[in-house]
């Protein structure tokens, strides 16, 4: 579960942000989260929902943007879309290498962070 580990470093860069800004209170927290990152957003709610009690950042909605993974032929140069759990997706669709280098897919970090 390193949904745990991440959630605590969320909730320390919050927090330190909100002290920072001498912010009551957390009103929202803007994540982006490539989905190569095999995050559980559900569970990640509910971690950063318990551990965030009796802080300023207890009420804070989280929103999550979730970043396609996208890959680049190293044949051809096309970019395009890539699931990993859909073997068609693999090879380039303009040359059909699978020699591919990724783009983007594995972000994991605060956007920005509301704060009151």
């Known amino acids: ?3 745990m580990a991440l959630v605590r470093n969320v909730i320390g860069t919050v927090l330190e942000e909100a002290e920072k800004q001498n912010a009551s209170e957390v009103k929202t927290v803007y994540l982006r989260i490539g989905k190569g990152r095999d995050i559980v957003i559900d569970l990640f709610s509910g971690l ?3 551990l965030a009690r009796g ?3 207890e ?3 989280l929103v999550f943007e979730r970043v396609p993974m996208i890959t680049e ?3 051809c140069g096309t970019p395009y879309f ?3 759990h859909d073997e068609s997706t693999w090879p380039c669709p303009k040359c059909a290498s699978r020699d591919y280098h990724l783009v983007s ?7 920005r962070i509301e704060l009151a």
């Not at 897919?105 to 956007?111: A, N, P, Q, V």
């Open 1 to 3: 579960m390193h949904e």
């Open 48 to 50: 950063f929902e318990h």
């Open 55 to 57: 802080t300023s950042a």
């Open 59 to 61: 009420k804070a909605e």
């Open 73 to 75: 032929c190293n044949a």
């Open 82 to 84: 890539l699931n990993v």
């Open 105 to 111: 897919g594995m972000e994991f970090s605060i956007d």
